[in-house]
């Protein structure tokens, strides 16, 4: 095991016992302390660390490691370097923040400056996304999605158990989480209507994914990564809110696939949780049959068992009501497949692309990730406890998304990604 994850070492830090980010987390983020730029830092329980200060301190001393790296308003240029210093970034940061160790704990003067209050600062989007890829990779989501569109017997088409199916998305508007979601207006064909209207989307809806950032110096064109090899070119994942326009990708999909309906707002957590992290938590993907082509065969291909929660509140619902739970660890294409097949072209990949999972839905009703599948399109209403119904989401709900993986007696946590619905600006 990965030492960093070795569930009996504890911080000098104290951090709650469900707390999702204890020693053996240690997420990338970027923060800003009150009148200071941004600069990447680590979370453990509910402080972040500066990392700018730890190595200005002297107490980053790591091979490869260039100074004032962490400096910077986002993490791309350390998720450039190669596996083996980030890897050894980790362990040491890892080292300082235990128990055992004095180099931090004894010198106050540093602590002071390096050892942040969570409310004392500013949480940023981490990374400066570069590429943004969405993939469709959970055989219940498809399956569920084409049933409603083109009925059982045509549900999943005829390339979607070959390849993991994608489309680039759009980088610009990828948010953190927290940032309110506007109502988008576009254009829909109303029901049984013969000609367009423009106007705010009436059928707006979430889905509940993960994603994970690419690491490592920049591949050139025409370079390819394989499965086993994109287990080493993946810096950690992250929390994904997909906002939807059903009404709008309904009228607009064909042929080319989703446009306006998904380019309003993706919401990511704020925490990368490493991939060395997850480690523990993996989980043998489903059985694919028929076997897939060569390229996209790999030993070290998995998912990770990461238990996923959808909570909504809206003006009436003050407590969060869990709509959903999923898992990880039901994606038929795993992200290293989903790595192989994006460059199997020779696409080229810089570090801090954005490759999102698609929906995560599970085996049964209480497990699909959109309201899209829980309310059957709109004809099997979600009742809260205040007594009202949802189809598709009401202006002033907020959707919070949780994730975590239980370890013995600790958790590896990704916190949650949050966005309440805005009404429609007038037209
Ligand atoms: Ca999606």
Redesign the pocket.
Known sequence: MDPTCDPSRASFLPVAADSHFPLQNLPWGVVAPTDAAPRCAVRLGDHAIDLAALQAAGLLAVDGLPGGVFARPALNDFMALPTVVRRATRARLSELLGEGCGDLRDAANVRDQAILPLEAVTVHLPVRIGDYT?FYSSREHATNVGIMFRGKDNALMPNWLHLPVGYHGRASSVVKSGTPIRRPRGQMLPPDADTPVYGPCRLLDI?L?MGFFTAGPPTQLGSTISVDEADDRIFGLVLVN?WSARDIQKWEYQPLGPFNAKNFATSISSWIVPWEALQPFRATPPAQDPEPLPYLRGEKSANFDIALEVGLTTPAQADAFTVCRSNHKYLYWTPQQQLAHHTVTGCNFNPGDLL?S??ISGPDKGSYGSFLELTWRGTEPITLPSGEERKFLQDGDTVAITGWCQGDGYRVGFGEVTGEILPALAG
């Open positions: 969405d889905e994914e997909d999102a698609g929906t």
